[in-house]
Every structure is written in C-alpha cells, then in structure tokens.
C-alpha cells in the first residue's frame, strides 16, 4: 500500500447521518470510489434505500441505506445494530444531517425604520419552533449520533470523525441567525471533541462547505421563474472563484480527513468554498 494515498480507506465501514442529501449522496460515492463501505443513515428511508443500491452497482461497494432519526437515540442504536451486523465495526462517521428553515429566517436583511411599522419580517418576527428546529437538527443532531456511533472507535483506539459545518459559522449571513448560530456551535464542538478524544485516537475535524445550490436553500437563492435573487449576485461578487461550488468539490477534503494520511490533523474546520471566507470585499 502506498503510504501516501487515500488507500488505507479501502474497506473500511463509515456511517453518514443525512447521507441521502445532496451533499451526503455525492459524498457516498467519492467514498466508494475510495473503497469504503457506507450505511447511508437518513429520516428518509426510501431514499436512502435507492440511493445505497445505485451507488452498490456503480462502484461494487457493499452500501447500505438505514433508516434514523438523528434526534432519536433508540433509532440510532437500532442502525447502528444494523450497520455492525450487515458492514462490520464502524471506523469513520460523517455527521451530515442538517439544513435550515424558512421558519427560521428573516425577511429582510437588516432593519429599516419602516419595518418598525411590521416587525413580521424582521427578527421578532422569527418563530421560536423553528429556531428550536434548526437548532436541534444540527446541533443535537450532531451530537447524539458521535455517541453513538463512536463505540465501535472507542474498542479499537481508532476512527476518524467529519462533522458538516457552512461558510456562516465563521460569520453569520443574513437571514438565517438560528442555522449561523447552530453551525458556529458545530465547530467548537469539533474543537472541543477533538481535544476530548485525543488521546484515545480518535480524530474530529469538519468542513465548512460555501455556497452550494441545493434544496435547502434555492429558495433563498433562484426566484420561481429560476433566474438568480440580488442575495445570489452578492454571494458571487464575494467569492473570488465567481461561482457556486459543486457538491463534488467537497470529495477531495473528505478523504483527506477520514484517511490516515491527516492522522495528526485533528480539530480543524476547512473552508471549501472558492475563496469566501478569505476575501475581505475589496
Ligand atoms: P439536504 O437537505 O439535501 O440533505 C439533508 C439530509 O438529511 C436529507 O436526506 C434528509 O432526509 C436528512 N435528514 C433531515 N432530518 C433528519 C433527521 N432528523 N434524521 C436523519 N436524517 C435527516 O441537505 P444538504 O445540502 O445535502 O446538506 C447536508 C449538510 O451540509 C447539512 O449539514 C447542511 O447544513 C450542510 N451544508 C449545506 C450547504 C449547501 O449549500 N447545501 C452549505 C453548507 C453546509
């Protein structure tokens, strides 16, 4: 084996929670592009379930779709049993459930004197239900899975961690305070659980994904009739690469945090997002 590569990933057993997404699919089959066997862990079963038999018969990878809820402790025991019995001892876990939601964003960007006249639109007219949503979906839904499927890593003194964090927890964007502050808490908790597992080998990192169109947030970004919102334009004038990044950029630093290769790189969050987080807008 070539020290030097992504070969050490060959059959090894991950489990990614939100892995039917958009992200989540195209991260299982750069994973099984490397070799590494999934259980594609998601709410949606069906989805999951397809997504794990395309992605078997386009690699020969043995893949898995399981069903949980990352919220739910008793059904993420129950995968995990599931996963041992059908793949093996976890090694690798990707924390990819979470998004964001309308009812947790803002009309406006920032308050003007006449949004005083209605505050619908503005931060007080934010639902608290959907800020404990957001919140729990990418908080506790980060969590409750690294306990539980972690123990397979515990017995064997080794595993590898990637938690998904965004572009907006270095910096809130607009609009979405509950998910900026969900996904800031996200990379202290990569901090804080990497210094926890240490020394016990087991690694924590996270990437922070920009901008990428998907469906959680196209309707922040395209109007109906599909052409780009003002918010679009700004995104792009602030990336110095002008343009949205594709979930297959995200691949490349995936394997590099999972594989053995980063084996003394633990507690980072890396920005893949053509260069936003760099440039100061001027
Ligand atoms: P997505 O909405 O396409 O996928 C999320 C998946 O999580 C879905 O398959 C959904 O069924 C699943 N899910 C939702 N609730 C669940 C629950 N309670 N239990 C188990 N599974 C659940 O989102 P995506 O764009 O693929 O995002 C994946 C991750 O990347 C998220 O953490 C998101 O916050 C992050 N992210 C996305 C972007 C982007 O531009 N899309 C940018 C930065 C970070």
Same mark, same amino acid.
């Given at each position: 084996m070539n020290k030097y590569s992504f070969e050490d990933?060959?059959?090894?057993?991950?489990?990614?929670?939100?892995?039917?997404?958009? %992200?989540?699919?195209?991260l299982a089959r750069g #994973?099984?592009?490397?070799?590494?066997?999934?259980?594609?862990? $998601?709410?949606?079963?069906?989805a999951a379930t397809k997504l794990a038999a395309e992605i078997e018969k386009e690699y020969g990878v043995k893949t898995i779709g399981v069903v949980a809820n990352v919220l739910e402790k008793e059904s993420l025991e129950a995968a995990k049993a599931k996963v041992n019995k059908e793949l093996g001892k &976890?090694? %690798? #876990? %990707?924390?990819?459930?979470?998004?964001?939601?309308?009812?947790?964003?803002?009309?406006?960007?920032?308050?003007?004197?006449? $949004?005083?006249?209605?505050?619908?639109?503005?931060?007080?007219?934010l639902s608290m $239900?959907?800020?404990q949503r957001v919140y729990d979906l990418n908080f506790k839904g980060t969590l409750l899975p690294t306990m539980v499927f972690t123990g397979d890593m515990l017995?064997?003194?080794?595993?590898? %961690? =990637?938690? &998904?964090?965004? =572009?907006?927890?270095y910096r809130p964007?607009?609009?979405?305070?509950?998910?900026?502050?969900?996904?800031?808490?996200?990379?202290n908790l990569t901090e804080w659980l990497a210094v926890h597992f240490a020394k016990i080998g087991i690694r924590v990192n996270a990437i922070a994904p920009g901008f990428f169109l998907t469906n959680q947030n196209r309707f922040l970004l395209m109007k109906e009739d599909g052409t780009p919102t003002p918010?679009?334009?700004?995104?792009?004038?602030?990336?110095?690469?002008?343009?949205?990044?594709?979930?297959? $950029? #995200?691949?490349?630093?995936?394997?590099?945090? #999972?594989?053995?290769i980063s084996s003394f790189v633990t507690g980072i969050v890396i920005p893949i997002d053509g260069g936003f987080s760099a440039y100061s807008g001027v």
């Amino acid at each position: 084996m070539n020290k030097y590569s992504f070969e050490d990933l060959k059959g090894k057993v991950c489990v990614m929670t939100g892995g039917a997404g958009v %992200i989540g699919a195209t991260l299982a089959r750069g #994973l099984a592009s490397a070799g590494v066997k999934t259980a594609i862990v $998601d709410i949606n079963e069906e989805a999951a379930t397809k997504l794990a038999a395309e992605i078997e018969k386009e690699y020969g990878v043995k893949t898995i779709g399981v069903v949980a809820n990352v919220l739910e402790k008793e059904s993420l025991e129950a995968a995990k049993a599931k996963v041992n019995k059908e793949l093996g001892k &976890i090694e %690798i #876990l %990707i924390n990819g459930a979470g998004g964001n939601s309308p009812k947790a964003t803002t009309g406006v960007e920032q308050m003007v004197e006449e $949004d005083k006249k209605n505050l619908d639109a503005t931060f007080y007219g934010l639902s608290m $239900d959907g800020f404990q949503r957001v919140y729990d979906l990418n908080f506790k839904g980060t969590l409750l899975p690294t306990m539980v499927f972690t123990g397979d890593m515990l017995e064997a003194g080794k595993g590898a %961690i =990637m938690n &998904i964090s965004s =572009m907006n927890s270095y910096r809130p964007l607009t609009k979405i305070p509950a998910y900026s502050a969900a996904k800031a808490s996200i990379n202290n908790l990569t901090e804080w659980l990497a210094v926890h597992f240490a020394k016990i080998g087991i690694r924590v990192n996270a990437i922070a994904p920009g901008f990428f169109l998907t469906n959680q947030n196209r309707f922040l970004l395209m109007k109906e009739d599909g052409t780009p919102t003002p918010r679009t334009e700004k995104i792009l004038n602030n990336t110095p690469m002008g343009k949205f990044g594709e979930p297959e $950029d #995200l691949i490349g630093a995936t394997l590099y945090l #999972l594989s053995d290769i980063s084996s003394f790189v633990t507690g980072i969050v890396i920005p893949i997002d053509g260069g936003f987080s760099a440039y100061s807008g001027v």
